[in-house]
């Protein structure tokens, strides 16, 4: 895994799971442009793998998020909510919006 070292601003290489660093993701959407598995399946760009390399691809990256400290995500279609009366109200709308959510 490689991994940007926020001391130095360059990549850095871990081979070894045990010596990881903490970490954080960072992940977005990509709004309308975004490219999506039925998009590459239906590309046939998948064919030229087996279903058992991209299975173990999709659980390695499943992985990084799993075992990072954070991970922040910018979701270009969830909108903040505005004019809300109290917390409470204010989460319940954002939960809404995030469940709603592609």
Same mark, same amino acid.
């Given at each position: ?18 010596? /990881?660093?903490? /970490? %954080? ?43 990072? %400290?954070?991970?922040? %995500? /910018? ?28």
């Amino acid at each position: 895994m490689r991994l940007l070292s926020v001391h130095s601003l360059q990549l850095e290489q871990f081979n070894d799971e045990d010596t /990881y660093p903490r /970490y %954080a993701i960072l992940s977005h959407t990509w709004g309308e442009e975004e490219v999506t598995l039925p998009d590459l399946k239906q590309d046939n760009l998948f064919e030229m793998r087996g279903s058992a390399e991209l299975s173990e691809a999709i659980k390695s990256m499943f992985k990084w998020y799993e075992r990072s %400290a954070r991970c922040y %995500a /910018y979701l270009e279609d969830v909108q903040k909510p505005r004019d809300t009366v109290d917390d409470d109200e204010h989460r319940e709308v954002l939960s809404s919006r995030l469940n709603q959510s592609r």
